[in-house]
């Protein structure tokens, strides 16, 4: 079916990328980079032309369906980008099929740039979160449905962000004890610790969150590429 053949065409050009990866290791080092840039979107713009199945017209829609679509899939739940990005990224949004035609990624180059800086500042504070008790006793506020949010207005905007989704993840946790403690019937009759039940629960949400942290850590810029390349030919 036409699901199918799309994508069977994402894994073709993913295995062109990586045949061409390694031609293009013959280029000097000033130019390779930008070299196999080239060749990629070229790729894409032919396989985009040669799908007879479901053609792509190359225009301010399909800018502006791929522009979206390659911002959900970088920062689908807006854990890192903050509405300066968004507003300088937005330039681009009519001008993804301009850029394929002349094989640029200048798009994808500016949003992953500001993506790795915001996701590096992340990484800065999300333990320092979870190294203080959160205040339980703080009546707060926070949405939880991705589709529904904007993006943060600044960086102590997202900071407070991730403070009140990190004290959310700590309370689904104690929600948990709190459930098992009452099921298990060898502890009828005891009384649970709030705030070792608090802390075992901010040690669990570190441990998560530094392993998530380290499965982006592995991804490089390649990957990213395959991410932008999806966006274009869904």
């Known amino acids: 079916n036409m699901t199918i053949l799309k994508n069977i065409n994402k894994f073709r050009i993913l295995l062109l990328i990586a045949a061409i990866g390694l031609g293009l290791a013959f280029y000097p080092p000033e130019s390779k980079a930008e070299e196999k840039d080239k060749v990629i979107m070229n ?98 506020n926070l949405e939880t449905d991705d589709e529904k949010k904007d993006y943060a207005a600044n960086m102590a905007d997202l900071q407070d962000r991730w403070r009140k989704y990190l004290k959310y993840r700590v309370l689904l946790r104690m929600d948990e004890m709190i459930m098992d403690h009452e099921k298990d019937s060898s502890t009828t009759g005891t009384e649970m610790n709030l705030l070792e039940m608090e802390q075992k629960a901010r040690a669990k949400e570190l441990e998560t969150h530094e392993d998530w942290f380290k499965a982006l850590d592995d991804l490089e810029r390649i990957d990213w590429i395959s991410a932008y390349m999806n966006a274009i030919t869904a």
């Not at 502006?64 to 807006?78: G, I, P, Q, R, V």
């Not at 740039?113 to 800065?124: D, F, G, N, P």
Request: charged content about 35%.
């Open 43 to 140: 790729i894409i713009y032919q396989v985009l032309r040669a799908n007879h199945f479901s053609p792509q017209e190359l225009d301010d829609n399909f800018s502006d369906k791929a522009y979206d679509l390659f911002l959900e899939n970088l920062d689908y739940s807006k854990r890192f980008l903050i509405e300066e990005d968004r507003q300088l990224l937005e330039q681009y949004r009519m001008l993804i099929d301009d850029q394929i035609r002349r094989s640029d990624l200048t798009f994808f180059n500016e949003a992953y740039a500001i993506y790795q800086e915001r996701y590096h500042a992340v990484k800065t504070f999300y333990k320092d979160i979870l190294a203080q008790p959160f205040d339980l006793e703080k009546d707060e």
